[in-house]
């Protein structure tokens, strides 16, 4: 007979660990560009700013690094990566391939409550708009997009798309000094199509709305070319 082993109550691995926390923030902060690309990083003041020991910090910027945001280099010093081309272009990609199946399942699946929550969310993304709030409208953006998921009983396409998206998020950030208004326009056609229950009107619309960053591209390169990486880079 198997023999059963004492083991310890497991609630406090439910709870983020110190190098979640400092990885989560500083994640944050990269998309977010309050650390923006080419900004100096040290594991010494990022341990002493957040109060922490430099172990999780060390931890974190491996994280980062392996996910492209960051770029470590023997003696000399840690920097946020300059945005690449070729890796916004995979992350748009990747986004578009999860979220046209998940919008087609979407115009199918969602109820009328669905579709209420996600018109409040894009009465809040209009607001913002109105108010400046490019922060906010970020977060809103996001939600949208997430509730799609979520509602649609695909919550796990979700929690791919984001751990594949942050190299757009970073360009997305920088459009929305002159795209917000087209890119709620969209989410509003999005919503149309779900509301119509028309699940190639919804994929349609949901593949123009994620091409915007392919086509503006450029002119958010060219008026940013300090954040950017050359070509082959």
Known sequence: ???????????????????????????????????????????????????????????????????????????????????????????????????????????????????????????????????ADKPLFHRLDDRFHREICTRAGMEFAWELIAENKGHMDRVRMLSLSFASRDAWNDHVRILAALQARDAGAAANAMRAHLSRIRDQFDRIRAANQDLFAEEGA
């Open 1 to 131: 007979m198997t023999e059963i082993v004492r083991l310890p109550q497991l609630e406090l691995l439910h709870r983020p660990s110190v190098s979640d926390q400092v990885f989560a923030e500083l994640h944050r902060q990269v998309l977010s560009l309050e650390l923006p690309p080419g900004a100096r990083l040290s594991e010494v003041d990022v341990a002493k700013a957040m109060g922490v020991s430099r172990q999780p910090v060390r931890d974190a910027f491996y994280r980062l690094s392996k996910m492209g945001f960051l770029l470590i280099r023997p003696q000399r010093a840690t920097t946020v990566s300059l945005i690449s081309g070729a890796a916004v272009q995979r992350a748009r990609f990747i986004r578009t391939a999860l979220e046209l199946e998940t919008v087609r399942t979407a115009a199918e699946q969602l109820t009328d409550a669905d579709l209420e929550a996600l018109a409040t969310i894009l009465d809040e993304q209009d607001a913002a708009i109105v108010a």
